[in-house]
């Protein structure tokens, strides 16, 4: 089978071409795995974090990849979830102990950093793990719904916020336009300040809904009762602090953050960024239920999922794009056409 391989970590900046375009042999499933078929993969900016080691995998070399769609190619002999044909997706949860807290677990495994992912024809998985794909979305839009959406659903869920107070957004890539639109429907009353680096972002963000956008430090009509960041940057985190209002919630959505505005944390003011009982809190991992819970969530708005598609071979280029800021909505990149 076809796969993009990660041998080495090294910053994008140093090698352009940190994948390669490998033939792998097509992996059998255990006794409780699938094997799927994948037809398209998303790409996120954990990626990126694993080819520059913030997020090291735990093998080399490996296929990245974790917003998978595909089809059910065999089953194990103790599955009785799926069927041979049927349309499946796998997220960042690769596997874990299945207990409440499962995110969080020692037994805690991921897709594509410490098993193989979906930057390939071919992957196997315990079906324990797998998620049935509602009809409304495409193969293409459903790819980021596995993860942007599916963490963006636990962000929201961690703010604590109810209906009719003010969130805010920073940043508006893969999961920020998916958290809008389902913030939107989950919180009808509650206005959305959206925070974005580019005038396309914020027309972005105002086509969906935004009821004000602007720049990270522009001073929004009034306080946040809570902030979602899903940032890389630091900057964003300081400035989503100060517009809280006194016992608001940060959410951070960011497996890890970069070095290359960390001195701007020797600017925090305790006064002004932290007093009043405001509160940070940061995103780990995801559940089983979190995707399960969120996909019919989407189908029923239903969420519209804002792409952009590449060839796998060409998974190098999504990334450098990724890393450029050319974002709008979420990059997946094109497996297996026929499915």
Same mark, same amino acid.
């Given at each position: ?26 992996? &059998? ?12 993969? @998303? ?9 520059? @080691? ?5 093998? +080399? ?6 917003? *998978? ?14 069927? %041979? ?23 805690? $495994?991921? &897709? ?43 962000? !929201? ?52 809904? /935004? ?16 902030? *979602? ?25 960011? %497996?890890?953050?970069?070095?290359? #505005?960390?001195?701007?944390? /020797?600017?925090? #003011?305790?006064?002004?960024? !932290? ?21 019919? *969530? $989407?189908?029923? *708005? ?8 590449? $060839? ?5 280029? $999504? ?19 026929? +499915?």
């Amino acid at each position: 089978m076809r796969a993009m391989v990660l041998r080495s970590l090294a910053p994008l900046s140093e090698n352009a071409e940190p994948l390669e375009l490998v033939q792998l042999p097509k992996p &059998t499933p255990g006794a409780d795995e699938v094997l799927i078929e994948i037809s398209v993969c @998303g790409v996120c900016h954990t990626e990126l974090d694993e080819i520059e @080691g913030r997020v090291r995998p735990t093998i +080399l070399p490996i296929v990245p990849g974790h917003e *998978i769609v595909g089809r059910v190619a065999a089953c194990g002999q103790n599955c009785q979830r799926f069927s %041979i044909g049927d349309r499946v997706g796998v997220g960042w949860i690769y596997s874990s102990d299945r207990k409440d807290g499962e995110n969080l677990s020692a037994a805690f $495994a991921a &897709t594509g950093r410490d098993a193989n992912g979906g930057y390939a024809e071919f992957m196997v998985i315990d079906e324990r793990y797998v998620y049935p794909i509602p009809p409304t979305f495409s193969d293409v839009e459903a790819a980021p719904l596995l993860c942007a959406g599916g963490v963006g659903y636990r962000s !929201l869920r961690l703010t604590g916020l109810k209906n009719g107070q003010v969130l805010g957004l920073t940043g508006f890539g893969g999961s920020g336009h998916l958290v809008l639109q389902l913030a939107k429907h989950l919180y009808p009353k509650s206005p959305i300040y959206v925070f974005a680096r580019s005038d396309r972002e914020r027309e972005f963000a105002r086509s969906l809904g /935004a009821d004000w956008c602007g720049h990270t430090e522009d001073r929004p009509p009034s306080g946040l009762h809570a902030a *979602i960041d899903t940032t890389p940057a630091w900057a964003p985190v300081l400035a989503a602090l100060a517009r809280l209002r006194p016992g608001g919630r940060l959410v951070i959505n960011a %497996i890890r953050k970069e070095a290359s #505005d960390r001195e701007v944390l /020797a600017t925090l #003011d305790y006064a002004a960024h !932290l007093w009043l009982e405001k509160e940070i809190k940061s995103v780990a991992n995801v559940t089983r239920e979190d995707i399960a819970d969120f996909l019919p *969530i $989407a189908a029923e *708005i239903p969420i519209r999922v804002e792409t952009q598609t590449y $060839a796998l071979e060409n998974a190098n280029q $999504a990334l450098r794009d990724l890393r450029s800021g050319n974002i709008r909505g979420a990059k997946v990149l094109m497996i297996n056409k026929r +499915l």
